[in-house]
C-alpha cells in the first residue's frame, strides 16, 4: 500500500488535518509537541471526485486507491535538534517511496517552506497544504498560490483544518503529485528577482 | 550597537547581522537567518532558554545558541 506521511512545523495543524482524512481521532491541542509519537490511518484516494448515488461504481472502485496515511511529529528541519524531531527524520527517511503532504502555517510561511523545500529537495513527491489560511487572512497577508504553484511545481492548496476547506482539492492533488528538481525551483526564483 | 542575542535585553529589537556557521542550517528552520529582524520577548531564568519574535511568531532558544548569533541594534 502506498504511504502518504503528514510533515510540518510543530503546531500547524497536522493532527487535524490527519483525523479529517482518516476519521480517527488522534490527539489535537492547541501546543507545540502534541504529537511525539506518529500515527496510522487508512483512507481512499481517487483522482476523480464522486458524488451522489453510486451510477458508475464500477468505475470508481477502478480508480480509488487505498492509502496509508501517517501522522509524523513537527520539525523544523530535517536536522534534527530533539528526539521527536529525530523520529521526524527517521521516519521519512524509512518512507523511500512514500508521498508528502506538507503541512504549513500560511501565517508562518517562511520557515514552513523551509521544511518543505528540504523535503522537496530529497526527492519525495510533495503536496503542499497553506493550512491556517483564516489565520493569514485575519492578518491582511496576500499569498499568491498560483504563483508558488509555478514556482514549485507542487500541487497547492489554501486550506483550514479545523473548518475542513480545501481538503476536497487536498485529496484530489494526491495522484498528481511527483518529484521536481531542486535546482529547477532555484531557476525560478532567481527568474523573480 | 553589536551584541550577543543572548544579551539583548527586554522589547529590544535588532537585525541579526551573523550566526556562526555550524548553526546556521539549525536555527534557519526556525525562521532566523541574516538580515531578519528580531525582537526579544523574554528570558527564563537560571540560563533557561530564551522567547524571541521572528515574523511575528515567538520561538525559542537555549541561552547557548543564542549566544552564537550576533545582532546589529539600534542605539
Known amino acids: 500500500m502506498k504511504k502518504i506521511l503528514l510533515m510540518g512545523n510543530p503546531n500547524v495543524g497536522k493532527s487535524v488535518f490527519f483525523n479529517r482524512l482518516t476519521g480517527a481521532n488522534v490527539i489535537e491541542s492547541n501546543y507545540p509537541g502534541t504529537t511525539v509519537d506518529y500515527a496510522k490511518g487508512y483512507m481512499k484516494v481517487s483522482s476523480e471526485l ?3 448515488p453510486c451510477s458508475k461504481c464500477a468505475e470508481r472502485e477502478e480508480n480509488t486507491e487505498d492509502f496509508e496515511i501517517i501522522d509524523v511529529p513537527g520539525t523544523f528541519s530535517l536536522e534534527p535538534k530533539d528526539k521527536a524531531e529525530e523520529i521526524a527524520v527517521k521516519m521519512l527517511e524509512g ?3 512514500a508521498l508528502v503532504i506538507c503541512v504549513i502555517d500560511a501565517s508562518k510561511m517562511e520557515r514552513g517552506l523551509y521544511l518543505c523545500l528540504e523535503i522537496i529537495e530529497r526527492g519525495y513527491p510533495v503536496v503542499l497544504a497553506l493550512n491556517m489560511w483564516d489565520v493569514a487572512e485575519d492578518k491582511n497577508m496576500q499569498i ?3 504563483k508558488l504553484k509555478s514556482v514549485l511545481n507542487i500541487p497547492v492548496v489554501p486550506t483550514i483544518a479545523i473548518s475542513g476547506k480545501g481538503f476536497k482539492e487536498v485529496v484530489l492533488s494526491i495522484k498528481k503529485a511527483a518529484s521536481v528538481g531542486v535546482n529547477e525551483i532555484m ?6 528577482k | 550597537m553589536e551584541k550577543k542575542l543572548s544579551e539583548m535585553n527586554y522589547e529590544e529589537e535588532g537585525r541579526v547581522k551573523s550566526i556562526e556557521q555550524d548553526l546556521k542550517n539549525k536555527v534557519a528552520g ?3 537567518r541574516v538580515g531578519k529582524n528580531l525582537k526579544m520577548i523574554t528570558k527564563h531564568p537560571l540560563k533557561g532558554p530564551m522567547v524571541v519574535e521572528v515574523d511575528g511568531s515567538h520561538t525559542s532558544l537555549a541561552l547557548s545558541v543564542a549566544g552564537r548569533i550576533i545582532m546589529e541594534v539600534k542605539r
Open chain 1, 50 to 52: 464522486y458524488i451522489g
Open chain 1, 95 to 97: 518512507e523511500k517511496g
Open chain 1, 144 to 146: 499568491d498560490v498560483e
Open chain 1, 187 to 192: 531557476e525560478k526564483v532567481g527568474e523573480i
Open chain 2, 30 to 32: 526556525m525562521g532566523i
